[in-house]
């Protein structure tokens, strides 16, 4: 699913007015009473404090709508015109005459601190003052009254966006932004709504269908998508009934020290639950029989060394080897990712102790195979790319590096993105279940596994994502979150690829 920009939705919003031959009031209506149906759902009729705070433009006049709806329906609703300017929208003020037709409690209007109503903890807000209008930070009384909605801890409800939040930019430090607790948000997920800066203000999300030209939006080329279940399938290569091992590729597992074994027996785990044909692993002598008694599935080659990785095994035949998991970033392991690096002419797959080894011997950068994938954590981006003053220049880093190096880079978190160039995938699996020790080190094995069987590096790297996500998931159903163990996350890869074929009757657009 493609994520606009607001740019984008305006234009999507005049092309179906012009398309549909309706009024930009007509479109209103049909979004805003989308929104009142989903709050009707919840709500069924019970009669606590609604309080909606509408703007001047548009977002306010969706407010407005949701209003009269749920005033029809004979909820107990307060409305508040957060009037922040004198230029009320035309949809705006048609929705204003048209509330005021049906009953005698006309909106309160907000001018200053003074006419701040009492927000309890009992009501329930809807914030309808800022969508994808807001052109600068909220300031003054407004921004006074955003704070008084968050202190309040009412349930809180957004219209499109938590206002405060710009749809594709960066918020200012101590910008006053709406705490929702579930926004629903018209036609596309915004990009804000997925970065670590932005994501806490957004709550639940869900995504309303509202109608907007679908031929318009295929015209729109945008360079950011939200991967879900469809993309993820699409992406699927299917296994052939007259197969055998040697077509699902042969992949090595270059990494581990002592102590630190666990980290390649993760990867190499991960790598077989995802499908690969035949798995080896090079690791130093220390790691011999913890690997051959852990994953009799696999093959071991040693390294001269007892304890760290000294060399690389230049006869070793390979699809694809991953490299850095528990390798350390001593003098000789820099000396074998050389040896790799310089004999590839395949991309690699690169992790943990191999991306530091690449940040403090920026030569070795350059010899990266085409399509390579990085796979850092924020740490380790940050020693590879530099620092970042927020999460757009961060993405403009590593687009930069990305095209530079000709490399695939992902960024790791809650909502990993995998950045191929210009291009962002988002990905929207996975829980805070996977903050545990050697989660990481599973989608280096999900996403080698992927580029040993056939897959393009970009979509082995958007789908193993994906699936190490959806198998988190799928682990803390079982476990509960705190539960979760990374060799969980490996075990259950095979169940989260089938899972992708299931017909699910409440799927949303953004699962
Ligand atoms: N596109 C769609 O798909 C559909 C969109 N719909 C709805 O319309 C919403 C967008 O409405 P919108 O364009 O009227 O903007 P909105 O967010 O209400 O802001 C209003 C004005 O505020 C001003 N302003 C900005 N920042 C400010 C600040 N910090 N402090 C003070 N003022 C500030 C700025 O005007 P300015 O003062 O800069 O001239 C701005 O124009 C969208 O989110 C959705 O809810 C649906 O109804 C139908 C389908
Ligand atoms: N809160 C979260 N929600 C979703 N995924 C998460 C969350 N926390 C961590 N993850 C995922 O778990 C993995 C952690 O990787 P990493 O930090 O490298 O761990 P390790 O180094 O221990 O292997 C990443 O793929 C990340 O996206
Ligand atoms: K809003």
């Avoid at 398309?19 to 606590?48: C, D, H, W, Y």
């Avoid at 309303?208 to 469809?230: A, H, M, P, V």
Wanted: proline fraction near 4%; aromatic fraction near 8%.
């Amino acid at each position: 699913m493609k994520i606009l920009s607001a740019e984008q939705l305006s234009e999507a919003d005049k092309e179906t007015i012009k398309k549909q031959n309706i009024s930009s009031e007509e479109l209103m209506e049909r979004a805003a009473t989308l929104v009142f149906n989903e709050i009707n759902n919840r709500l069924r009729g019970a009669p606590i404090p609604i309080k909606i705070f509408c703007g001047i433009g548009n977002n306010g006049g969706d407010g407005l709508v949701v209003a009269r709806h749920l005033i029809q329906h004979g909820y107990n609703v307060t409305v508040y015109v957060v009037n922040y300017s004198d230029k009320r929208s035309e949809d705006f003020l048609a929705n204003y005459e048209k509330l005021k037709e049906i009953t005698n409690n006309w909106p309160q209007v907000i001018k200053k601190e003074d006419d701040f109503p009492e927000i309890n903890i009992g009501d329930f807000v809807i914030d309808a003052i800022f969508g994808i209008g807001l052109n600068r930070p909220i300031e003054g009384w407004v921004a006074k009254l955003v704070e008084e909605i968050n202190h309040s801890k009412a349930f809180t409800l957004a219209v499109d966006m938590p206002s405060g939040l710009f749809a594709d930019k960066a918020s200012e430090k101590n910008s006053a932004i709406i705490e929702a607790n579930y926004t629903l948000s018209f036609q596309s997920p915004k990009l804000v709504f997925f970065l670590p800066e932005t994501m806490d203000y957004v709550g639940d999300l869900q995504v309303l269908d509202i109608g907007l030209d679908r031929e318009f939006i295929g015209r729109i080329k945008s360079k950011t998508f939200l991967i879900g279940k469809q993309q993820a399938l699409s992406l699927y290569l299917p296994r052939k009934k007259n197969s055998h091992k040697g077509d699902y590729g042969s992949v090595l597992i270059a990494g581990g020290s002592y102590g630190k074994i666990g980290s390649v027996l993760l990867t190499a785990t991960a790598a077989l639950r995802s499908g690969t044909g035949l798995c080896s692993l090079y690791i130093p002598k220390c790691g011999y029989n913890i690997i051959q008694t852990g994953l009799p599935e696999a093959m071991v080659v040693t390294d001269p060394d007892h304890e760290i990785l000294t060399t690389y095994p230049k006869d070793f035949k390979a699809d694809v080897v991953c490299f850095g998991m528990g390798a350390g970033t001593s003098f000789n392991t820099v000396k074998a990712l050389k040896e790799l690096l310089e004999l590839m002419d395949k991309p690699v797959v690169i992790d943990a102790d191999g991306l530091n080894i690449l940040s403090e011997n920026n030569d070795l950068l350059k010899l990266l195979p085409e399509n390579s994938v990085l796979t850092p954590h924020p740490g380790e981006l940050k020693r590879l790319v530099g620092a970042w003053k927020d999460d757009f220049h961060k993405l403009d880093l590593v687009k930069e590096f990305s095209s530079k190096y000709k490399v695939i880079v992902v960024i790791k978190g809650a909502h990993s993105l995998t950045i191929d160039r210009d291009n962002v995938y988002v990905n929207n699996t996975g829980n805070p279940g996977m903050a545990t020790a050697g989660s990481g080190d599973v989608l280096s094995g999900v996403i080698t596994s992927l580029i040993g069987q056939g897959y393009e590096p970009v979509n082995a790297t958007v789908l193993g994502i994906y699936l190490h996500g959806l198998s988190g998931d799928i682990s803390a159903e079982e476990l509960g979150y705190e539960g979760v163990l990374a060799g969980d996350i490996a075990k259950n890869i095979g169940k989260a690829l089938s899972k992708i074929f299931e017909k699910d009757a409440t799927e949303s657009d953004i699962n």
